[in-house]
């Protein structure tokens, strides 16, 4: 009876000590394929760590100081040492003189620049497509790709020369009947001026990732359709939109996450005084209050309220864009 219940008592805990031994072997043939991955591919993951040192130090390094939003920031008392205020800084920020028209400022810039310049490139990406002359397309690529390339001070001055009075656009105004005034001291054009400068400087570098989208599709579509009797009309709704489908979609989504992110350098450049009524946004407005007025909290805490707002719209084209085609980030 006693090698009997032995027997049987070495039976019962064997299993439990097979388990043991082979959950400790998945675990340790992950550690075996990760370290000669890791051999396999050295040079690999060194090509990557400046690019995880870029982030780590540039974008994660800075997240600490955003608690300067909840204090009152003095440079002599550090950040830790500085009085905390809790959200006394979002408080005046919401019920400022300035916030409704800074917000609706910002919602209308990058909303008009959505509309009219999120297309542009595509549009451009598809034309180049339809060329068959390739000299005409390379110089076509070339003088649209050679704005993103020049400064961006240069490329405000040329805009502050064009539309002031005198300039090239103001003329052509005078010669349809209008009346020679700088552009730019008129509140009206400003929206506009900073779209189509927008479009002029971006587009044709944004064109390069739908043009590398559209050389992926596959040819032989194209001569199905043409066996078929299809036109170029044709082609372009049924064999190209669809194929880009997939690279607008994400192109999109990325751009939602960005939207409220205008850049405040070209917006100080262009904009003066007399236009703050339509050019004064969240990023100008959070400079000229940290960085001019010295007021590092309060613009610290308006530019964690527009990265919140960057990050729900982020999120929310995501979720829809899932649910409509299929196609996220995530």
Known sequence: ??????????????????????????????????????????????MILPALAYYIIFQYGPMYGTIIAFKDYSPANGILGSEWVGLANFRDFFEGLYFWRIFKNTVLLSVNTLIFEFPAPIIL????????????KRWVQSITYMPYFISLIVICGLVKDFTNSGGLITQIIVWLGGTDTSLLQNPAYFRPIYVVSEIWQRFGWESIIYIAALSSIDQEQYEAARIDGAGRWRQMLNITLPGLLPTITIMLILRMGNLFNLGFEKVILLYNSSIYDTADIISSYVYRKGLIEFNWSYGAAVGIFNSV???????AANYISRRVSQNSLW
Do not use: C, H
Request: hydrophobic share 35%; glycine share 4%.
């Open 1 to 46: 009876m006693n090698q009997t219940s032995d027997t049987n008592s070495y039976r019962r805990s064997k299993p439990a000590k097979v388990r043991g031994r082979t959950g400790g072997s998945v675990t340790d043939s992950y550690a075996i394929r990760l370290r000669k991955d890791f051999k396999l591919n050295y040079w690999l993951y060194l």
């Open 125 to 136: 990406a598809l034309l180049i497509n339809e060329l068959r002359n390739r000299t005409f």
């Open 309 to 315: 707002l960057n990050l729900v719209l982020l999120v």
